[in-house]
């Protein structure tokens, strides 16, 4: 499907700077293997900066073309949005917005329901991450909806520093209307679910992360990256990735909502 550009190859390409991206954002990191073992579900009635960073000031390299800023990520009738948007900062001429969980998790069901813009070059992800700036190995998972098509999203997973068990799903509604997006992650799997429906797996003898890591939610835009995000021109008009609420529920816990993933199990 990414004829001169797999999921892998733009994973590799971006790993070195990941590290120094990420490392800027680094605040109160607890110490390599601890973990937040309490689950949570965040409805944003109001935003908490004592549970989340702001990222602000600066880009993840040569191939992003905005700036993180505090001034993208807004708050609005209970939804957290981040704004791309044509707004000179630092060295790049758009403005982009991305969020944090100051703490770590580990194993467990990961659930956030989100709704995007359409603009080709532009990716809103909900993922997990940690790095060898946060003192550990990078170990991630992703997905990431890249909004030049909304019927679709993108999934992978980095063990080690390495992209593993990529796939693309379908998005039976388009990520213009509120999805749900899950993934079930367990010492022995990790299951990706869209709309309470199980879309990949990645489990039996391959590898699969194994670090705490930290929750991200990002919106942003690449002049480069065209085979994978599609061109890039000016939208023309502000584009919001619109957070409704994200949820973590720790292994052994109950479920924490009716129409939670962590119900099934």
């Known amino acids: 499907m990414y004829s ?3 999921i892998d190859n733009f994973h590799r390409l971006r790993l070195s700077t990941l ?7 680094v605040f109160m990191i607890p110490k390599l293997g601890q973990a937040q073992t309490t689950s949570f579900r965040d409805d944003f009635d109001r935003f908490d ?3 989340w960073y702001v990222s602000d000031g600066w880009n993840n390299g040569a191939w992003q073309n905005c700036t993180w800023s505090r001034q993208q990520i807004g708050l609005q009738d209970g939804n957290v949005t981040l704004t791309f948007s044509k707004k000179p900062y630092g060295q790049r001429d758009y403005s982009c917005g991305a969020i944090q969980t100051r703490k770590r998790f580990g194993y467990g069901t990961y659930e956030a329901r989100f709704k995007t813009d359409v603009g ?24 990431e909806v890249l909004t030049k098509d909304t019927s ?11 992209a593993k068990n990529g796939s693309v799903a379908p998005v ?57 995000m ?10 919001t ?14 479920c924490q909502f009716p129409t939670s993933v962590a119900c099934k199990f």
């Not at 590290?19 to 954002?25: D, I, R, T, V």
């Not at 080709?120 to 997905?143: L, Q, R, V, W």
């Not at 990735?241 to 109950?254: Q, R």
């Open 4 to 6: 001169r550009l797999s």
């Open 19 to 25: 590290a120094l991206c990420f490392g800027l954002a």
């Open 49 to 51: 900066l004592g549970f």
């Open 120 to 143: 080709s070059g532009i990716n809103a992800a909900f993922f997990t991450y940690i790095g060898p700036a946060h003192g550990a190995p990078h170990d991630e998972i992703d997905f």
């Open 152 to 162: 679709k999203v993108s999934l992978n997973t980095y063990v080690s520093g390495k």
């Open 172 to 228: 039976p509604m388009a990520t213009t209307e509120y999805n749900t997006y899950a993934f079930v992650w367990l010492e022995d799997s990790i299951r990706w679910y869209v709309n309470g429906n199980l879309v990949h797996t990645a489990q039996g003898d391959i590898p699969r992360p194994i670090n705490p890591q930290k929750i991200y939610f990002s919106h942003w835009g690449s002049d480069t990256f065209v085979d994978w």
């Open 230 to 239: 599609g061109p890039f021109s000016d939208p023309g008009r502000p584009l």
């Open 241 to 254: 990735m619109s957070l409704d609420w994200v949820a973590y529920t720790a292994p052994g816990e109950p």
